[in-house]
Each structure stands twice: as structure tokens, then as C-alpha cells.
């Protein structure tokens, strides 16, 4: 079930997805699950398996920049300077919101006529889209709503026996999932933050917006990653400066930026660092997923400084947490 990246798993992996099945891949954002984006059966697998609602499109992936016209419509002359200004994030943890193209399969975008769409740098992911000759739709390799994979062993607690493939390309380098750019608006809108940073952005294209501009239900449509409750583990997770820690459940874990001043009142901790929030979103969700399966009655959770990939780090934080329960 899970195999390791060797050249001839990767063209297993590859005639899986031209075969119309499911590869749970690595990328340096998070594990994907990928089917071949231009077949409409395939990508229904995809929605079917993580149970995601068919409204929430998926990212396309392809292995080089000149790929785009494949999948996007790209000759609108002011997109065009703006992609050739981005070009030096790809490969990398960025996708941009498109026209789509006519062949790329409608389910992967949820019925939209844009598309998102991405250059992967993890060397194992362009291996397996350049041997299968197809773009690749490939969300987070989890359950809808659950915490994204950055291991195989993510990806096979949560998915294992629905799925034909996992290739094992070690942990993700980045931890969180892309940035999400849309094109279409104007200025360009930042849809989900990541590793490629608004203020990055901003730098090379000018005003970037972001927010719900077009109202909280409408967004939530066009963006899973901005549903209300999301990359949630099954253990309440709160934040830690909302709760009152002289009334702690006895099986309490905390995670932390920074070492806690009374680790003693805990039964798990675990230390990110927060003088370099780029290794701290790297094992975010690995943190996760270990508090998460300690059996704990209660995850607390620090904020961490909301500037460059903190933002990002905050934003699935806020979404992970408890939002229901009164803080
Ligand atoms: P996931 O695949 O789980 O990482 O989530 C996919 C992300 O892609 C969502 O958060 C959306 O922001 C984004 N996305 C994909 N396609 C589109 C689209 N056509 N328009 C807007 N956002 C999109
Ligand atoms: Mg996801």
C-alpha cells in the first residue's frame, strides 16, 4: 500500500492515475490525492473517498510552467505580465485562479469556469505528473475537513484501504497547504494564505486583496480552505489564551511557540519554535496528528506572531479550533 519513491513505483504510480485510480503523493506543501483532471470519473473518485462536497474544487497540478495554456486560459495580456511576475515562485507553493480550459474535467471545478492551478517542487510529484502525460487534480490526501497529511503515514490513517497507491516521499518540507491567488479579480485576491506570502505578492504584482469580499457563504463555496471549521482534529483543540487553566482536564496537551512557563501543568507538550515560523509550520500538522491520537481530552493551542507564513499558520489555526464552544 505504501511505497517508497523509487523510480519504478513512481511509473506504477503513473499508470495508476492514467488508469483512472487514486495516488496519494508527496509534495512540499502537503500529501495530495491525485486522479487525472481530465476525466470526469476520476476526479469524482477523488470527491468520494475524502467525502468532500462536489462544490469545492480541487487544484490542478502540472510539471512545468508551459503547461499552463493546457489547463488555463492565458492570453488575456494583463494576466500574462502577471504570471510571467510570478513565474519565480514555480515550482513552489503557489497556485493561481484561472479561466479553465474546456478539457479539464468540470467536477474538478466544482461546475466553476476558473480553475486553480499549480507547479509542485517536490521532485517526486513532477515525476509521477511528467510519467503519466496528464495534468493532475490532487487535493489534501485526508477526510473533508480533517488535518492535511504531511507523512505516508498520514495519508494511510485516514485514507489507506479506499485508495489504489501511496508513494512515500519522506515528510513535506512546507507543512501547510499553497497560497491561493485568484487571477480573475482584479486586483489579484488572496484566497487562502501559505508559505508564498502576501506581502511576497504584493511585492511583484502590486495591491493584492483578500477577505471576504464577496460575503462569507459565497467564499466558503470557492474555497474549502476557508469553511469555518477545518483542518480539525477530533480532539477539542482551543486556544490556550481563551481557557482557564486552573480547570484543565487531567489528559490536557498543549502546543506551544515557544517553551511553555508551566509545561508541568500539562500531560503533552509540544514546542514549536517561535523565532522561525517556517520550521514551525513544517510540523504544525504533524503536532496535530500526534496530540490528536494520545487519546487527550483537551488540546490547547498558542497564536503565533500573524506576519509572512505566520499568517498562514494562524489562519488553519483558526479554523481548527472549537469555534462552536463559548470561549
Ligand atoms: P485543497 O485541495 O483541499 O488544498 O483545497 C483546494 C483549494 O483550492 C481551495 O482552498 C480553493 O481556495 C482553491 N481553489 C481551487 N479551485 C478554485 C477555483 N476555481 N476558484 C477558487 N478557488 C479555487
Ligand atoms: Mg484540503
Redesign the pocket.
Known amino acids: 500500500m505504501i511505497l517508497a519513491a523509487t523510480e519504478e513505483n513512481i511509473s506504477k504510480a503513473a499508470a495508476v492515475i492514467r488508469a483512472g485510480g487514486l495516488v496519494a503523493f508527496p509534495t512540499e506543501t502537503v500529501y495530495g490525492l491525485g486522479a487525472n483532471a481530465l476525466s470526469d470519473s476520476a476526479v469524482r473518485s477523488i470527491y468520494a473517498v475524502k467525502e468532500r462536497p462536489r462544490t469545492?474544487?480541487?487544484?490542478v497540478h502540472i510539471s512545468e510552467f508551459s503547461a499552463l495554456s493546457t489547463v488555463a486560459l492565458v492570453d488575456n495580456p494583463t494576466t500574462k505580465q502577471q504570471l510571467d511576475a510570478l513565474k519565480q515562485f514555480w515550482p513552489g507553493p503557489l497556485?493561481v485562479?484561472l479561466p479553465k480550459q474546456p478539457g479539464i474535467s468540470a467536477i474538478a471545478?466544482?461546475g466553476?469556469d476558473?480553475?486553480?492551478v499549480r507547479v509542485p517542487a517536490h521532485p517526486c510529484s513532477l515525476a509521477i505528473i511528467r510519467a503519466s502525460g496528464v495534468p493532475i487534480a490532487?487535493?489534501?490526501a485526508n477526510a473533508f475537513a480533517a488535518i492535511s497529511p504531511t507523512t505516508a503515514q498520514h495519508v494511510a490513517d485516514s485514507l489507506g484501504d479506499k485508495i489504489d497507491l501511496i508513494i512515500d516521499g519522506g515528510p513535506c518540507r512546507v507543512g501547510l497547504?499553497?497560497t491561493?491567488l485568484?487571477l480573475v479579480d482584479s486586483p489579484p485576491r488572496l484566497?487562502?494564505p501559505g508559505a508564498v506570502t502576501k506581502e511576497q505578492l504584493s511585492q511583484v504584482l502590486g495591491e493584492v486583496s483578500s477577505g471576504h469580499v464577496h460575503g462569507e457563504a459565497e467564499t466558503s463555496q470557492?474555497?474549502?480552505?476557508?469553511l469555518k471549521r477545518h483542518y480539525a482534529p477530533r480532539t477539542p483543540l482551543r486556544f490556550r489564551a481563551n481557557f482557564d487553566e486552573s480547570n484543565l482536564p487531567e489528559r490536557t496537551g498543549l502546543i506551544s511557540f515557544g517553551e511553555p512557563d508551566n509545561r508541568t501543568a500539562f500531560y503533552r507538550v509540544l514546542v514549536l519554535p517561535e523565532d522561525d515560523l517556517s520550521e514551525a509550520a513544517r510540523n504544525l500538522f504533524q503536532a496535530l496528528h500526534e496530540l490528536d491520537h494520545a487519546n487527550l481530552d483537551l488540546i490547547l493551542v498558542d497564536r503565533c506572531e500573524e506576519s509572512g507564513i505566520g499568517a498562514a499558520i494562524m489562519d488553519r489555526l483558526n479554523r481548527a479550533v472549537d469555534n462552536d464552544v463559548d470561549q
Open positions: 469545492n474544487p480541487l487544484i497556485s485562479v471545478s466544482a466553476l476558473t480553475v486553480a490532487a487535493p489534501s497547504e499553497s491561493v485568484s484566497l487562502r470557492l474555497s474549502p480552505g476557508l
